[in-house]
């Protein structure tokens, strides 16, 4: 950027970068795409914050990179090496925050939720084939990864009659964190408004002006 030093502005969006993708400041967006974009980021956001022990988030936009429309990135405060059942279904709901404030405030969906659901569901299904997380299948590991350290193949060491039970608790799991996301979100529905109206005109807003708005 024909600077002199490297300013902290310029890490901030060199990390960004590398978790995201680059901006695609070439593509055009309409209004209505990006007031979708808004309410989901808000309610992806504001679930993350309702939850006990979430992480900080950093920054919230709807400037589309890679593959994605928009973002909302937390960043732990301590390095976390194993991950707890209450923490998981916390990570559900908050992944499943931004398809129900769609649903909520524009009546409608969209294919922006694809990967929120591909990573909720598949984490749903490790807490009860493999983390032994379900009363109905006891601490029973009913799935084997194999060659874990490139990249891991799964695959299911039981009956086709319990893959079809797995299938319906893992349904029944993903549907009561969605029904829970769901009264975060009516809970907070004025915040809700406020963060979405607020990130439709900044596009990006940072952790604090985010809590900013919260805290008001």
Do not use: W
């Amino acid at each position: 950027r024909n600077g002199t030093k490297i300013r902290m502005d310029e890490i901030e969006e060199a990390t960004t970068k590398v978790i995201a993708g680059p901006q695609k400041k070439s593509r055009v967006i309409s209004e209505e795409e990006r007031k979708l974009t808004a309410y989901h980021e808000a309610g992806h956001a504001v679930v993350m914050k309702s939850l006990p022990k979430s992480d900080p988030v950093h920054q919230i936009t709807i400037i589309p990179r890679g593959m994605a429309g928009g973002f909302t990135m937390s960043l732990p405060e301590k390095d976390q090496f194993f991950e707890t059942k209450g923490n998981m279904l916390n990570s559900i709901k908050h992944l499943l925050g931004g398809r129900v404030a769609e649903q909520l405030k524009l009546d409608d969906i969209s294919t922006g939720a694809s990967n929120d659901l591909e990573r909720a569901t598949k984490m749903a299904r490790a807490m009860i084939t493999r983390y032994g997380m379900s009363s109905d299948f006891d601490m029973v590991a009913l799935e084997t990864v194999s060659n874990q350290y490139l990249g891991g193949d799964a695959s299911l060491a039981c009956s086709a009659e319990t893959q079809k039970k797995i299938d319906e608790k893992v349904v029944a799991l993903v549907r009561q964190q969605h029904e829970k996301a769901a009264g975060i979100l009516l809970e907070n529905r004025e915040k809700l408004d406020e963060l979405a109206r607020y990130l439709y005109q900044k596009e990006t807003i940072t952790g604090e002006e985010f809590m900013k708005i919260l805290n008001e």
